[in-house]
């Protein structure tokens, strides 16, 4: 089974600095998906970022980029500039392509509490 | 409605009783999910429905079950509700196999008293 590691329960920024929340996990597959989700305190879950295993560019949306290093199973997030608005809890998740007849859901890291202090 | 519509949006519930959380989507997304989210733990994978007609088995599915008559619906029953089912639960939906196709619902937060 896999598993997702998110070893900062908080982080703390400065409005427009630049943070970066860590995500390691566990798989023996070589091919999969990863994704950092948003939850405000709104509680809906917002897709902020996705990478597919097999593809070496990390992929970035905006001011939002992931360093993917697939020989040490890490997958970083990595926020630019900052904004009130993207305090949050931030999940990374693994998705595996074959469902094998079993579950095709994504398995949640833990979660960091992202705080921006203005 | 457009994505997915979770009933309740909030609940108290006395230990004891059975519930039905309700979901529904539009998308005609094969896939479905029921998660648990609690402080700490992140979300955890309850129940899901690769297709119409057929459901397994989460991480914890112990006190819950499913059901998936058609496409669209996928509800989750606690027959005997437990103070530790107290949780936010969250309705899920893709293309099974398909990248980046989860939509989930807005959550239900469930509290057993």
């Known amino acids: 089974a896999q598993t997702v590691t998110q070893s900062q329960p908080e982080m703390s920024v400065q409005e427009a600095e630049t943070v970066t929340l860590s995500c390691t996990y566990d798989?023996?597959?070589?091919?999969?998906?990863l994704f950092w989700y948003k939850q405000p305190p709104s509680r809906q879950m917002i897709l902020v970022i996705r990478?597919?295993?097999?593809?070496?560019q990390n992929a970035t949306e905006n001011r939002f980029s992931v360093n993917f290093q697939k020989a040490a199973k890490s997958f970083s997030l990595k926020i630019s500039d900052s904004q009130l608005g993207d305090a949050a809890m931030y999940f990374c998740?693994?998705?595996?392509?074959?469902?094998?007849?079993?579950?095709?859901?994504?398995?949640f890291g833990k979660g960091t509490h992202l705080i921006i202090q203005p | 409605i457009a994505g997915i519509t979770q009933a309740p949006t909030s609940q108290i519930l006395a230990a004891g009783r059975r519930m039905t959380l309700r979901c529904t989507q539009d998308?005609?997304?094969?896939?479905m999910y029921w998660y648990r989210q609690d402080l700490g733990l992140g979300l955890r994978l309850i129940h899901y429905?690769?297709?119409?007609?057929?459901?397994g088995k989460g991480e914890v599915p112990d006190g819950y079950s499913v059901s998936r008559a058609n496409t669209d619906d996928f509800p989750l029953t606690l027959a005997s509700a437990v103070p530790s089912q107290t949780s936010v639960y969250f309705c899920?939906?893709?293309?099974?196999?398909?990248?980046?196709?989860?939509?989930f619902g807005s959550g239900t937060r469930l509290t057993v008293v």
């Open positions: 899920a939906s893709s293309k099974q196999g398909r990248l980046g196709g989860y939509t």
């Open positions: 798989t023996s597959e070589s091919d999969y998906y």
């Open positions: 990478q597919e295993a097999y593809k070496q």
């Open positions: 998740a693994y998705r595996s392509p074959y469902s094998g007849g079993g579950a095709d859901g994504l398995t």
């Open positions: 998308m005609r997304h094969n896939a």
């Open positions: 429905s690769n297709t119409a007609g057929t459901t």
